[in-house]
């Protein structure tokens, strides 16, 4: 048998939906994403590798993971459910506020129930909106609800390479990214520019979890210049 312990890499599917109204919210899998109206483009849809404990997944769906077993060879597969304050937290009263018309009229927005606004960088959703003023409640949408999340563990990531990969997608939502190693030194190529501290920070975290690599650098790749119109 294999033990998943904190820290391991591993490649999971997965699907989470709300235990009462059986509602997707999350999912790896693209036919199921488009079953359930939450289909992005911009997904990268199927298998993906995370760290364990390092708040890829939801910390209490982490949490619940570690110290799985499955057999090696073979799929192990979880069905999980979060309570609200292991999933996305109790609702805090104190995010529930009253806002005047007022500040949805600077922004030029006519509120109704339903409507999701952001107010001063926070994003709400209007409960109620009478008598010039709107319930807006700034927890998060599935704040107080229990969660179903069905897992998946394909297998447990070795391979240096993919693990460098893997975590440097996920940290920076970039595609294509290229890793070359030798002799503990891996090589990092992106299609864009990493900024200093950013690239700083993934480095000293990658030694951390990679023990085994020892230096690491990031190359932009040239891009062919667009033709003149």
Known sequence: MVKISKGDFIEVEYTGRTKEENFVFDTTDEAIAKEADIHSPDMNYGPVVICLGQKQLLPGLEKEL??????EGKPGEYTIELQPE????KKDAKLIK????????????????GM??????????????????????????????EIVYTVKVNKIVTDDKEKIKSYVSLALNLKDIEVDIKEGKAEIS?????????????KNKLKELVPSVKEI???AEKQAPKPSE
């Open 86 to 89: 292991d999933g996305f937290g």
């Open 116 to 145: 999701q606004v952001n107010i001063d960088g926070l994003m709400g959703i209007i409960k109620t909106a009478a008598g010039g003023r709107c319930l807006v409640d700034f927890n998060h949408p599935l704040s107080g609800r």
């Open 98 to 113: 009253m806002i005047p018309f007022a500040a949805f009229k600077k922004q030029n927005i006519m509120p109704e129930p």
């Open 190 to 202: 992106a299609k864009k520019e990493i900024p200093g501290e950013i690239a700083e920070n993934i």
């Open 217 to 219: 650098s990031f190359k």
């Open 66 to 71: 570690e110290g799985k077993e499955f057999e």
